[in-house]
């Protein structure tokens, strides 16, 4: 679903690009427009016209320029299916919300017929991550598609201090339903992912972008929404058995080695750079992990727990505070949904998975 929403990204651009050409565009011109690869290109063009969109080649001086045909097109009267359809893809396209793709979408849908009566509609529901500023991600979009400098407010860093920056736009990207807008940052002299929900502010100038080398954004996104920052290392994470069989699905790391061990749990290493995001994915295991390399890890890991715990005051503390044994800590979850319980502490016994009565293991 994330690759299908990236190729809809760049297809729309094409599209956009095409339909302001109405004399056409050359391989050459796209290429400077849409950033991406002759190859690509090509590809793209083959598959917009596999959809059934029609684009013709006019040679002109002897080469190729591409143009959107401005055919009239039939009045729509979907089915219920159709519809329906219709509005399953706006809602796999929300987090684009406020991008032309999502506007022409959206009226669409209000030309559309609505369903028979008796059926229940369907409505675009907010994106599950945070939803980004529609009006942000217009100003972006313009600024884009103008190739015009951008003035953006983007909050980063540990503390989420907000700092204005001066960009050039490249492209829009979607990586696990975060949008990003890659540009290419002028105080840094490098290409940046900035995460769009994280910008509260935008201005698009009248100054034109500059130039800048081609991005590899599979280099750029190699490390999918985790900011890692800081100079290489090698870390090495225990996985209790209980877990140690979503190690591939929840990887530290694209690159991670796990080491099968003895007692059923695994050892993941894998070499990132600096430490901060290696912290947080090992306490996103709760006690079924266990920092073992390096020594910076580890106390970063115990300091993030003692100072979590330090947070409940104990009963030395306060007299009325109650005090719960592990072994009935699943008692106090609710029969409804029950999760793991476990104990911060020396001699903590193994997480426990406790599962509502009502719920029978299928034979």
Same mark, same amino acid.
């Given at each position: 679903?994330?690759?299908?929403?990236?190729?809809?990204?760049?297809?729309?651009?094409?599209?956009?690009?095409?339909?302001?050409?109405?004399?056409?565009?050359?391989?050459?011109?796209?290429?400077?427009?849409?950033?991406?690869?002759?190859?690509?290109?090509?590809?793209?063009?083959?598959?917009?016209?596999?959809?059934?969109?029609?684009?013709?080649?006019?040679?002109?001086?002897? /080469?190729?320029?591409?143009?959107?045909?401005?055919?009239?097109?039939?009045?729509?009267?979907?089915?219920?299916?159709?519809?329906?359809?219709?509005?399953?893809?706006?809602?796999?396209?929300?987090?684009?919300?406020?991008?032309?793709?999502?506007?022409?979408?959206?009226?669409?849908?209000?030309?559309?017929?609505? $369903?028979?009566?008796?059926? !229940?509609?369907?409505?675009?529901?907010?994106?599950?991550?945070?939803?980004?500023?529609?009006?942000?991600?217009?100003?972006?979009?313009?600024?884009? /598609?103008?190739?015009?400098?951008?003035?953006?407010?983007?909050?980063?860093?540990?503390?989420?201090?907000?700092?204005?920056?001066?960009?050039?736009?490249?492209?829009?990207?979607?990586?696990?339903?975060?949008?990003?807008?890659?540009?290419?940052?002028?105080?840094?002299?490098?290409?940046?992912?900035?995460?769009?929900?994280?910008?509260?502010?935008?201005?698009?100038?009248?100054?034109?972008?500059?130039?800048?080398?081609?991005?590899?954004?599979?280099?750029?996104?190699?490390?999918?929404?985790?900011?890692?920052?800081?100079?290489?290392?090698?870390?090495?994470?225990?996985?209790?058995?209980?877990?140690?069989?979503?190690?591939?699905?929840?990887?530290?790391?694209?690159?991670?080695?796990? =080491?099968?061990?003895?007692?059923?749990?695994?050892?993941?290493?894998?070499?990132?750079?600096?430490?901060?995001?290696?912290?947080?994915?090992?306490?996103?295991?709760?006690?079924?992990?266990?920092?073992?390399?390096?020594? =910076?890890?580890?106390?970063?890991?115990?300091? /993030?727990?003692?100072?979590?715990?330090?947070?409940?005051?104990?009963?030395?503390?306060?007299?009325?505070? $109650?005090?719960?044994?592990?072994?009935?800590?699943?008692?106090?979850? !609710?029969?409804?949904?029950?999760?793991?319980?476990?104990?911060?502490?020396?001699?903590?016994?193994?997480?426990?998975?406790?599962?509502?009565?009502?719920?029978?293991?299928?034979?």
């Amino acid at each position: 679903m994330r690759r299908t929403r990236e190729i809809l990204i760049r297809l729309w651009r094409l599209v956009d690009v095409l339909h302001s050409r109405r004399l056409g565009a050359s391989i050459a011109v796209l290429r400077e427009e849409l950033q991406t690869s002759r190859a690509t290109l090509y590809r793209d063009l083959a598959l917009l016209q596999e959809a059934g969109v029609r684009i013709q080649a006019d040679r002109v001086n002897g /080469e190729a320029r591409y143009r959107l045909l401005q055919d009239a097109m039939p009045a729509l009267a979907p089915t219920v299916r159709q519809f329906v359809a219709l509005r399953l893809a706006r809602t796999m396209l929300e987090p684009l919300a406020g991008t032309a793709l999502c506007d022409e979408l959206d009226a669409l849908l209000a030309k559309a017929a609505p $369903p028979k009566a008796g059926t !229940s509609t369907m409505t675009a529901q907010p994106a599950p991550r945070g939803a980004s500023s529609p009006e942000i991600v217009r100003c972006l979009e313009v600024a884009l /598609e103008r190739r015009h400098r951008v003035q953006l407010l983007h909050r980063g860093g540990r503390r989420g201090e907000p700092r204005w920056r001066t960009v050039d736009p490249i492209c829009f990207h979607l990586v696990q339903e975060h949008l990003y807008f890659v540009a290419h940052d002028l105080e840094k002299d490098a290409p940046r992912a900035f995460k769009v929900v994280r910008i509260p502010e935008a201005r698009a100038t009248e100054e034109p972008a500059g130039t800048h080398p081609e991005v590899d954004l599979a280099a750029l996104f190699r490390h999918a929404v985790k900011v890692w920052t800081g100079d290489p290392v090698d870390v090495a994470v225990w996985l209790a058995s209980n877990v140690a069989w979503k190690a591939a699905e929840w990887p530290l790391h694209a690159d991670q080695v796990v =080491e099968p061990q003895g007692d059923g749990g695994c050892i993941v290493r894998a070499r990132v750079a600096g430490v901060t995001e290696a912290m947080r994915w090992v306490l996103g295991w709760g006690a079924a992990a266990r920092a073992l390399e390096p020594p =910076e890890l580890t106390a970063l890991v115990l300091g /993030e727990l003692t100072g979590a715990v330090a947070r409940y005051p104990s009963a030395a503390v306060r007299e009325d505070a $109650p005090v719960l044994h592990p072994a009935k800590a699943k008692q106090a979850v !609710s029969p409804i949904v029950r999760r793991t319980a476990f104990r911060i502490g020396p001699n903590r016994p193994a997480a426990t998975e406790t599962r509502p009565r009502s719920m029978k293991r299928n034979p």
